[in-house]
């Protein structure tokens, strides 16, 4: 009851997060922090945990009002599904600021990783990027990558300080979660840059970094963390009209019935494994 702006039928993608745009943290744009954004706002019928392992889903109604686009003809479910995760990724590229002709270092190519690469390589920066999975370092270039290394067999900080002129990334993105992976972005960026942590939402995850390295090397190490509603429209277009090769993401498909692979799968990365994605109206 009340819904104008959608008939049965539509094809929609819905966000599961949608700030109140009225709190002290929404005033700021920190939308991740507002209380209403905390809320889930997708339900498959027993508790707000976002419907995604669903056939059916109830989207609750401050997200229709604001946080449900609909998805033009022509445009598939699959290609769809990237439009919140874009979003998270595009809100941290804004964020970051990359200017042509900086090095952007973004570190690690899962799905989030390689997403960084295609908006990166749009701002005009050059583009170097890590991953200990070498077929993921082929579709890095695919994605706009100019440079692509395995940091088990080549010393990023060096090979980032040989293409700058000895000075090291103008922008780290770290998009993997690892041992060392912070304290090895630190190493590879040069004074004055600014270094992304994406990947790091872990309240057990610790990391050590010279206070000499920020104070005195003047760098700027900050967080980001889920979408930003001022960036849903563009990031929506991105999605359905901005020619991104999403598609080559998508490494895996499984029904709903064998969703248990599709988690092993993701906390077991094959050389080939990327984005998976459940179709919870296919049985077989």
Known sequence: AGVTRFAPGDRVVAFHHIPCLNCFYCERK?????????????????????????????????????????IPDGVSFERATWVEPLNTCLKAVVQSNPQPGDLVLVMGQGPIGLMFTMLANRSGARVAVTDTIEER????????????????????????????????????MVAASVPGIVE????????????LLFAQTSVTERFEASGADLCAGERTLFGCYSASVDLQKESTDLVFYGGLPLEELISHRVPLVKIRSGFDLALHPGPKSLKIIVQPQRWL
Not at 41 to 50: C, D, M, Q, S, V
């Open 184 to 195: 090895q972005a630190i190493a590879c960026s040069r004074p004055g840059a600014r270094i």
């Open 30 to 70: 920190i939308y991740a922090q507002c209380p209403v954004y905390k809320k889930v706002g997708i339900t498959a019928g027993f508790e707000p945990a976002g419907g995604g392992f669903a056939q059916y889903v109830r989207v609750m109604s401050w997200i229709v009002e604001r946080g449900v686009e609909k």
């Open 137 to 172: 370092l082929g579709i890095s270039a695919r994605c706009g990558a100019g440079f692509t290394w395995n940091p088990r067999k080549v010393d990023i900080a060096a090979a980032t300080r040989k293409i700058t002129a000895g000075r090291g990334a103008d922008l780290v």
